[in-house]
C-alpha cells in the first residue's frame, strides 16, 4: 500500500512537473483551442491542414472580386447606380451652376408615380419655407425667419431641372444644400412635383400607364387656371416676395 501511494504521487509530480521553464503552459490538451490560426485567404501558408497551393492562391487572387479596383473607377452595382449613385460631375461654383441648367436633365420619367413621390418629399421636407402651393410663402417665410424666398410659378417658372438639383445639392443663398437629406432619386422625384408647381400646381390626370395627359390645350382651359392663380399670388405670395 505504501509502495503504492508513492507510486501515484511521483506519478503525479512527474507529469505536472516534468519541466524547468517556469513560463511554460505544460501539457496542452488541444493546442487549436488556445491558438487559432488566423488564416488569410489567397495565401499559399504552405503547411497542413492549411495548404492551398501557390497554383491555387494565385488563381483566387485573380478572380475580379479579389482584385482592386482600377484607380479612378468607380464599382459597377446595377443599372440603378448609373442615373443615381454616381458622384455629382458639378462644382460649387456660379459657373458650375449655369452648366447644370444646360446639361443636367433627369434620369426619371415624367410619371404618376415619380410626381407624387415627388409630392411626399415636398410636403415632408420644402413647405415649411416654399409654402404648399410653391409661392414661398410656408410658415418660416411668414413669420419672417427666411426671406425672399421664390415662387416657382412666379419667378422660377422656367427654372431648368439641372439648376434646381443643383441647389438641392449644393444649396443656394438661404437653402442649404439637401444632399445628406434625400437620395439622388429623392432628389429628381421632387423636382418632377416642383414641374407641377410651376405651371400652377394643378395635378394633372394620367392615363392606365401613369402616363400624365397632355393638358386640354384649348385657349379657355389654359386661361382658367391662370386667372384665379395671378390675382391670388398678388395678394399673398407675391406681397411677401416684394419685401427685398
Ligand atoms: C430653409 C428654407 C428652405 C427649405 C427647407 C427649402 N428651401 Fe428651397 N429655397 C429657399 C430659399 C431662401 C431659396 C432662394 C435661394 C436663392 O436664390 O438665393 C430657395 C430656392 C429654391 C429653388 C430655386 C433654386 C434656383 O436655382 O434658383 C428650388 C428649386 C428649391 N428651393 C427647391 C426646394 C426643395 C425641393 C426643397 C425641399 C426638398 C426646398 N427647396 C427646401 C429656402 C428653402
Redesign the pocket.
Known amino acids: 500500500m505504501k509502495i503504492l501511494n508513492t507510486l501515484l504521487v511521483g506519478l503525479v509530480i512527474g507529469l505536472t512537473a516534468c519541466t524547468t521553464d517556469p513560463n511554460s503552459p505544460g501539457v496542452e490538451y488541444m493546442p487549436d483551442m488556445y491558438r487559432s490560426p488566423a488564416i488569410e485567404a489567397y495565401v499559399d501558408y504552405g503547411q497542413e491542414p492549411y495548404e492551398v497551393g501557390e497554383e491555387v492562391a494565385r488563381a483566387q487572387r485573380n478572380t475580379p472580386s479579389s482584385r482592386k479596383p482600377v484607380p479612378g473607377t468607380i464599382p459597377f452595382r446595377g443599372e440603378d447606380q448609373l442615373a443615381f449613385a454616381l458622384p455629382y460631375a458639378f462644382g460649387q461654383t456660379p459657373e458650375e451652376?449655369e452648366r447644370a441648367?444646360l446639361e443636367l436633365s433627369s434620369p426619371l420619367v415624367t410619371n404618376q408615380a415619380n410626381i407624387e413621390a415627388g409630392e411626399k418629399?415636398?410636403v415632408?421636407?420644402?413647405?415649411?419655407?416654399?409654402g404648399t402651393e410653391g409661392k414661398?410663402d410656408?410658415a418660416?417665410?411668414r413669420n419672417g425667419?427666411?426671406?425672399?424666398?421664390?415662387s416657382?410659378s412666379d419667378?422660377?417658372k422656367d427654372?431648368p431641372e439641372g439648376?434646381?438639383y443643383?441647389?438641392?445639392t449644393w444649396g443656394?443663398?438661404?437653402?442649404?444644400s439637401?444632399a445628406s437629406?434625400?437620395s439622388q432619386r429623392?432628389?429628381w422625384e421632387?423636382?418632377e412635383?416642383?414641374k407641377v408647381l410651376q405651371v400652377g400646381g394643378e395635378m394633372p390626370e394620367f392615363d392606365e400607364n401613369g402616363m400624365p395627359l397632355p393638358a386640354e390645350a384649348t385657349p379657355e382651359t389654359k386661361e382658367e387656371p391662370k386667372a384665379p392663380a395671378a390675382p391670388a399670388m398678388g395678394m399673398g405670395g407675391m406681397a411677401d416676395n416684394t419685401e427685398f
Request: include cysteine; aromatic fraction near 10%.
Open positions: 451652376y441648367g418629399v415636398y415632408a421636407m420644402c413647405t415649411q419655407c416654399h414661398g410656408g418660416l417665410s425667419h427666411i426671406a425672399g424666398i421664390p416657382y419667378k422660377l427654372l439648376k434646381m443643383h441647389t438641392l443656394k443663398g438661404l437653402m442649404g439637401h437629406q434625400l429623392q432628389r421632387v423636382i412635383y416642383i
